[in-house]
């Protein structure tokens, strides 16, 4: 999602600045940001995916950024990924639709898909105002188990603090 | 997305022993030499800069070279396609054929051109001075007009050879919704169209009338101005690179038509997940195809390219060379692409807790207490009730392959019914034809007749029967 992420702040800066000012999303937000961060090992790809491990890295939820989320403005539809799939790093596994744009998430370890979050084909705004919970009526998108490979891949990602530097310099690249 | 696992339910004549790669010059219809072209078309892959434009007017071979141009083009390359095609209609990503499409009036095609060519206003830019008559043959007329679900998301847009389609890949870095738009209002500027501009919903509008100092959208606005959509936007993000998309009205003798094109009559009846269109006035923008194709690639080489890049023509038989468009078109034009990737929507003959409004005159057509409401989820009904009966036999049908709603209902019901007139208003509903020439009347059906004849032969194999 790295490229709607920038998109939107350049072209849109008034639909930018209104999601960021929402009374509702802005709160709730922040909330599913610190509570998730506390209880589990949270990565994030340069593509603005989060992943959740368990303790002993065997299971993990993902999702999309709030960052990311923020820059898409409304999600109107999500492609869910098909439960069962064995995917690498980097596959695309399913997409979001906003403003006319379908953009893919990604894996971003190798895994397999156990469960979608199937109340996001119902409710896709979730992700607006949820996007890093991982919690039941959360805006995660798919649980998943961890392959050996998955555990390495885990290198190539950033942890919170990184992701927060990460994402307070991308507009200015 | 595990997109090619859907081939083969499709095209299941396929000689189990062959495999797809390097069939398809093989196959080609037309002889003719395909490897020097082939070479030129894959070989600038990774060029910085590239301009490719499409001979063929089939939608499914354009979108695929599009689609393999946005896949395995260099990541920092920057590239500018162009194509038009023969009538379609063409729904978004995330949409719902029976609610956006009349499924029926696709099947009959163009019929005869309209003495207008447009309902609008004529050209803002002075006049229709390049009006096509491309599709006023009888021949084209009478061909069904294809109907594709494309990769990207957004809203359902009618296309023929008046209409011209330019495409953008880029990198993420440089993307933006509105980038490229202005790109081509500055090339309709250059060709007279001076009040053409980007609207807040990305698309490409031409004020009409009035004194200038416009600020709506959307058809009349205040001063007598009329604003006309042009051009549709719609984008396909990837992780590495990023599409953007769009239609552009030059000169289609069919906008008369494309209104009830894009009217279903299931649409009062159908509460649909995923993306509904919206309506917009539209006209032509008065422009020839090759005027336009010019200005677009100048203003591009001047954002670009710095003169260097030279526009490849990319024809049909070095498209289907190279076997990521052959796998391309083979995947959009299955029914599971097509039907089969529609979001879960309910359809009831009456209102219900989930879609209340009240639903339209045409539900007096059938029998007195004649109800039905069912549930389909990727193109497969999941839940149905019929006037109160269980039709469990409904369940897990596959709606695009319903080939007479008066049989489905018959052999769903547990005692002897009468289906006739519900089963032929449900047919009307879901654009199913059952006239006594027809094999199917399934709208599944309707994929392998919307293909071009000239590439059908290249996207089979197996025993060449179609």
Redesign the interface.
């Known amino acids: 999602m790295a490229s709607i992420a920038r998109c939107l702040r350049v072209a849109r800066p008034s639909a930018f600045s209104a999601v960021i000012q929402s009374p509702v999303s802005r709160p709730i937000g922040l909330r599913s940001f610190s509570v998730t961060a506390t209880n589990a090992i949270r990565k994030y790809t340069k593509e603005h995916e989060w992943i959740d491990l368990s303790a002993d890295k065997k299971t993990g939820v993902l999702g999309i950024s709030e960052y990311a989320a923020k820059a898409l403005g409304d999600i109107v539809y999500v492609e869910l990924p098909d439960e069962g799939r064995e995917v690498a790093a980097g596959d695309a596994i399913g997409a979001v639709e906003s403003v006319k744009s379908a953009a893919d998430i990604n894996a971003p370890i190798a895994c397999k898909i156990t469960q979608i979050n199937t109340l996001l084909e119902e409710k896709p705004g979730t992700i607006n105002q949820v996007p890093e919970d991982d919690s039941h009526g959360g805006g995660w998108i798919a649980k998943v188990q961890i392959t050996e490979q998955g555990v390495q891949d885990l290198e190539n990602l950033m942890d919170t603090a990184a992701y927060a530097e990460f994402t307070a310099t991308e507009g200015d690249h | ?2 997109l090619t696992s859907r081939l083969s339910r499709v095209f299941p004549r396929r000689a189990p022993s062959t495999a797809t790669p390097a069939r398809a010059p093989s196959r080609t219809r037309t002889p003719g030499p395909t490897t020097p072209t082939a070479r030129a078309f894959t070989q600038s892959l990774s060029a910085p800069v590239q301009i490719y434009r499409s001979t063929s007017t089939d939608p499914y071979l354009n979108l695929s070279i599009e689609h393999h141009l946005l896949q395995h083009s260099d990541p920092a390359s920057t590239i500018l396609f162009l194509y038009a095609n023969r009538p379609t209609v063409v729904i ?3 949409q719902n054929p029976w609610l956006e499409v009349n499924l029926h009036q696709l099947r009959q095609g163009l019929g005869p051109p309209l003495q207008s060519p447009s309902p609008s206003p004529s050209s803002p830019a002075g006049g229709q001075t390049a009006q096509q008559q491309e599709d006023a043959s009888p021949g084209t007329n009478a061909a069904p007009i294809a109907l594709v679900r494309r ?5 359902t847009v009618f296309h023929d050879a008046g209409n011209v389609n330019y495409s953008v890949i880029c990198p ?2 440089v ?5 490229h738009a202005e790109m081509v209002v500055r090339a309709l500027r250059r060709l007279g169209v001076l009040r053409a501009r980007v609207n807040g ?2 698309d490409i509008v031409v004020d009409v009338g009035g004194e200038g100092g416009i600020d709506g959208d959307g058809g009349r606005t205040g001063g007598g101005v009329q604003t006309f959509k042009v051009s549709g ?7 590495t690179r ?1 599409l953007h998309h769009g239609t552009c009205l030059l000169s289609s003798p069919n906008l008369g038509r494309v209104s009830g094109l894009l009217r279903s009559p299931a649409e009062g009846f159908i509460k649909a ?3 509904e269109s919206v309506r917009s006035p539209i006209c032509n923008v008065g422009v020839g195809a090759d005027a336009f194709v010019e200005a677009v690639v100048r203003e591009f080489r001047t954002m670009y390219g710095h003169g260097t890049a030279r526009t490849q023509v990319v024809g049909e038989e070095e498209a289907l060379a190279t076997e990521g468009v052959v796998k391309g078109v083979r995947e959009l034009t299955t029914p599971e692409w097509i039907f089969g990737q529609t ?2 929507f309910t359809f009831s003959t009456c209102p219900t807790e989930d879609d209340a409004r009240e639903r339209p005159p045409s539900v007096d057509d059938l029998p007195d207490g004649f109800q039905a409401n069912f549930t389909v989820r990727h193109g497969e009904i999941t839940s149905a009730a019929v006037s109160g009966l269980e039709y469990h036999d409904l369940t897990r049908q596959r709606l695009h392959y319903i080939q007479d709603w008066k049989r489905t209902l018959a052999r769903a019901s547990p005692t002897p019914v009468d289906t006739d007139v519900a089963g032929d208003w449900l047919n009307h509903m879901f654009g199913i034809e059952t006239a006594a020439d027809k094999a199917s009347g399934a709208v599944a059906e309707m994929a392998v007749g919307m293909i071009s004849d000239s590439i059908v032969g290249s996207i089979r194999d197996g025993d060449g029967t179609p």
Do not use: C, E, I
């Open positions: 997305m595990a978004g990503r995330n990769r990207s998301g957004g809203g993420p870095a993307f933006d919704r509105d980038r919903r990305h936007s719609a984008y396909k993000l990837t992780r990023s997940r995923g993306v979001p879960q």
